[in-house]
């Protein structure tokens, strides 16, 4: 049922964007809800899956992990968005944090998408089929929000939709260029710090969980636009670890949690890579990041 609802969900960002000039209207003031409580929602929901056997241990710890690889991308204390009367949908509006939303589905929507899910073998041909033209659907939206792009190509916000479901796809490389265009799109004021870091992680993804060259430089324009951003400050931690520099890591990344709630979902697993960092075991390339 998860998946299902989870579908919806992508279908509904990937519609609302490609057919936006057409949904303007006035609306009365409305609060939407802030991504923390979206990311919150959706650990509860992780649990439900986990708990009914839906998803396996694996699938859910790597959930946890996407989800706060997100929180991570937070500032401290997020307030909910306001929305003024006459807006339409844009990157202020209640879309961005149902795009922002669509992004923490992780391993469950890819697993769907690439027709990989755990209940799918059982399944009778005709539900299979279903599956098989969800995911087609799918992909002719992506198809439509590349081709209002490319007659719109400085439009930021529909590059970094596009980022994101490029990268739901599993098509990474296709995700690192379009995260590039979101940001150099951006206005005169310049691309926000996530933008930035969303496109080094997606570097990382390339190297198979090294931090390269240009993923660094990606986060230290991430850390240049706001020096307190979490995920930048992880990556380039990461990256001190595995150049050998231990020290410059581990300071990093207690930095890091120094500045975390104490609940915050990712601090058990930074506190892994500091105790990986002060043992014997060499850094791997490819963490269980938050």
Do not use: C, H
Not at 14 to 42: C, H, M, N, T, W
Not at 109 to 114: A, E, F, G, R
Not at 235 to 245: I, M, N, P, S, T
Not at 267 to 281: D, H, L, N, S, V
């Amino acid at each position: 049922m998860l998946l299902w609802i989870l579908f919806s969900v992508v279908t509904a960002g990937a519609i609302a964007f490609a057919a936006e000039p057409f949904l303007r209207k006035a609306r009365a003031p409305v609060v939407g809800p802030s991504r923390r409580d979206i990311y919150a929602r959706q650990i509860a929901e992780l649990e439900a899956e986990l708990s009914a056997g839906r998803l396996s241990a694996e699938e859910a710890a790597m959930g946890r992990a996407e989800i706060g690889r997100r929180l991570l991308a937070l500032p401290p204390q997020e307030a909910p968005q306001p929305q003024a009367a006459g807006q339409g949908v844009g990157p202020a509006m209640p879309m961005a944090a149902v795009a922002l939303a669509v992004l923490v589905t992780a391993v469950a929507l890819v697993s769907y998408l690439k027709l990989g899910s755990p209940s799918l073998e059982g399944q009778p041909l005709a539900a299979r089929g279903e599956e098989i033209a969800r995911q087609r659907q799918y992909e002719d939206l992506v198809a439509a929000v590349e081709q209002k792009l490319a007659q719109n190509p400085n439009d930021s916000y529909g590059w970094e939709l596009l980022a994101g479901a490029y990268r739901r796809l599993g098509r990474i490389e296709d995700a690192a260029a379009a995260y590039g265009r979101a940001a150099e799109t951006q206005g005169p004021g310049g691309a926000p710090a996530p933008l930035w870091s969303e496109q080094g992680e997606v570097l990382t993804m390339l190297m198979d969980g090294a931090v390269s060259r240009p993923a660094k430089q990606a986060f230290e324009k991430a850390l240049a636009a706001d020096p307190k951003d979490p995920r930048a400050r992880y990556y380039l931690a990461l990256e001190r670890a595995q150049k050998g520099d231990r020290e410059a890591a581990i300071t990093g990344w207690e930095a890091l949690l120094a500045d975390a709630p104490p609940d915050a979902p990712f601090r058990p697993m930074i506190e892994e890579q500091i105790a990986i960092a002060k043992g014997a075991a060499p850094i791997p390339d490819a963490p269980a990041s938050p």
